[in-house]
């Protein structure tokens, strides 16, 4: 039974092929699965390291981006939690209020969020990452929805190895590649400097300024590399 | 080995009438040679070890194949030395030291033969296929075995192997059903052998993207730092970056990290 459920979605997987225009390899490829199969709006594959630092594989579109952007800026969410219980999250209906990300639900609300869905993605005995599913509308994931999201996050483990370890690595695997998440980086190394703090703290006042004015951290990371901000603005 | 009841477990199923039906065959539910393939593989399903898996298919080898007295498992490493993990009696390695020591035997057999899965033999004081190893071996009163590949298409540096089952009576363990069981566990323990190495290869490439999405990070940072000090943009700081750790001779990850790591403290002159 489990091994049919497996099998069939690994069919939809290997029966297409990673976009190579957008770089996101076969973790990419099950995104766009997980949208036509599940029932949900939008997918993303996130790979963590820790609580703070992620780096975003895939996405099916600019929304799904969006809501991993959030999650690395306030270090809370669905994927987050996910990744740090090693057990599925699914919240299905993010207006209830619940007041278990005070940060994320408010900000999820406002970008429209009406249910969340996020699964530890297991590789041996550790966490890889999640995958993440979005829907506009609260519902729960019916239980055959939900055991194929299952099977397709088992799937995901795969096809992230896959990407960064076969014969053709996956630019979002390369290091000598820049990251999704590479200007705020940046400017995480330019405002330490600037301001002669760790790199740590830098960063911690890139998200805390992002999340007091509603703005994305990529455009506030944009804005300190074209000296739109001064510097002065994250001094104490 | 764990310590399993095998004795009561064994009584069980010898307590099965000889003409049991094979199996593979006759009615799943009722049989309890089914019952007890069916409970390993759900068993083995959930066993994350190769130890486990390997010391579950020796448990039901005993259980459903009551003639078997000594039952190991014989892995060959790269070097054509014969390693004995798992055996339910410590003469299990003294008779794979034995096939080593006479580069011959029925383990020997089994994992360099291409095709035939099994080798057996119900003689093993006068056999001609072993002149010196089944002596030996009859020496430590055994005097029937039936040995089965694992692993056949292993390539270095994974093992290649094989299940032994030794009997201390002549004649025995050549029936056809016996074989058929033989073949079906050793199956069994391939494919947790074949699964452990594919999770060993997750964790190993885990660890790899790991260190290069870090990598990734602290490079930016690194250049972050270097655009703030130099008054340069994005490219230039790392084409410094890189041409930096050419001169120096160290690996970009690394320079960049000591610039990440050190940039209150230290003032790279060569940056």
Same mark, same amino acid.
């Given at each position: ?24 390899? !076969? ?30 594989? $895939?996405?099916?579109?600019? !929304? ?53 869905? $996020? ?7 550790? !966490? ?6 979005? &829907? ?19 799937? %995901?483990?795969? $096809? ?27 400017? %995480? ?15 911690? &006042? ?26 002065? %603005?994250?001094?104490? | ?11 069980? =199923? ?16 009722? +049989?309890?040679?089914?019952?007890? =393939? ?38 060959? +490493? ?20 034995? @096939?080593?020591?006479? #580069? ?28 010196? =190893? ?7 009163? =055994?005097? +029937? ?18 299940? #032994? ?55 930016? @940072? ?22 930096? +750790? @050419?001169?120096? #001779? ?22």
């Amino acid at each position: 039974m489990g091994d049919q459920r497996h099998e069939r979605l690994w069919r939809l997987v290997t029966e297409r092929l990673p976009d190579q225009r957008a770089g996101t390899g !076969w973790a990419g490829v099950v995104c766009a699965v997980a949208v036509e199969r599940l029932g949900v709006d939008a997918a993303a594959v996130t790979v963590r390291t820790t609580v703070r630092t992620q780096q975003l594989v $895939a996405a099916t579109d600019a !929304w799904a981006e969006e809501l991993e952007e959030l999650q690395y800026t306030l270090g809370e969410g669905p994927g987050v939690a996910a990744f740090t219980s090693g057990e599925p999250v699914l919240v299905g209906d993010m207006g209830t209020g619940r007041h278990q990300w005070p940060g994320f639900e408010g900000e999820a609300a406002s970008a429209g969020v009406g249910a969340a869905f $996020a699964f530890p993605l297991q590789a041996g005995t550790t !966490w890889l990452g999640t995958l993440d599913l979005y &829907r506009r509308t609260p519902a729960t994931l019916d239980a055959e929805h939900l055991a194929d999201a299952v099977a397709l996050a088992a799937l %995901t483990t795969t $096809a992230l190895l896959a990407d960064a370890g076969g014969d053709e690595v996956a630019p979002w695997a390369r290091a000598d590649l820049p990251g999704h998440y590479d200007e705020v980086n940046i400017a %995480t190394g330019m405002l330490a400097g600037r301001l002669d703090i760790s790199l740590d703290d830098a960063m911690l &006042r890139l998200r805390a300024h992002a999340f007091s004015h509603h703005l994305p951290l990529t455009e506030v990371a944009q804005a300190v590399l074209q000296h739109r901000i001064r510097p002065d %603005t994250f001094a104490e | 080995m764990q310590d399993y009841d095998w004795t009561q477990d064994k009584a069980e =199923f010898v307590a099965e009438p000889p003409d049991a039906p094979h199996p593979m065959s006759g009615t799943p539910d009722h +049989s309890p040679l089914a019952r007890q =393939f069916a409970l390993m593989t759900r068993t083995l399903l959930h066993t994350d070890t190769v130890a486990g898996a390997l010391d579950l298919v020796m448990h039901t080898v005993q259980a459903v194949i009551p003639d078997a007295d000594l039952i190991s498992i014989t892995l060959r +490493s790269s070097d054509g030395r014969l390693h004995t993990p798992l055996e339910t009696d410590p003469r299990g390695t003294e008779l794979d030291q034995l @096939q080593y020591r006479y #580069n011959e035997g029925p383990c020997l057999d089994a994992a360099r033969k291409e095709g035939t899965a099994c080798t057996h033999s119900g003689d093993l004081a006068a056999t001609p296929q072993w002149p010196r =190893f089944g002596p030996a071996a009859a020496d430590l009163g =055994f005097l +029937s075995v039936l040995s089965t590949a694992l692993v056949a298409d292993a390539k270095p540096p994974r093992m290649s192997g094989a299940m #032994n089952i030794f009997c201390r009576k002549p004649g025995k363990l050549g029936d056809e059903s016996t074989r058929d069981r033989a073949l079906l566990l050793a199956t069994h323990a391939s494919l947790a052998l074949a699964h452990t190495e594919a999770v060993r290869l997750a964790e190993l490439r885990e660890a790899e993207l790991r260190k290069a999405l870090e990598t990734r990070d602290v490079i930016g @940072q690194a250049k972050g730092i270097l655009m703030n000090r130099r008054g340069i943009n994005a490219e230039e700081a790392f084409d410094l970056l890189r041409r930096t +750790s @050419q001169d120096l #001779n160290i690996k970009l990850a690394e320079l960049a990290r000591t610039l990440a790591d050190r940039h209150t403290e230290l003032d790279v002159p060569e940056l």
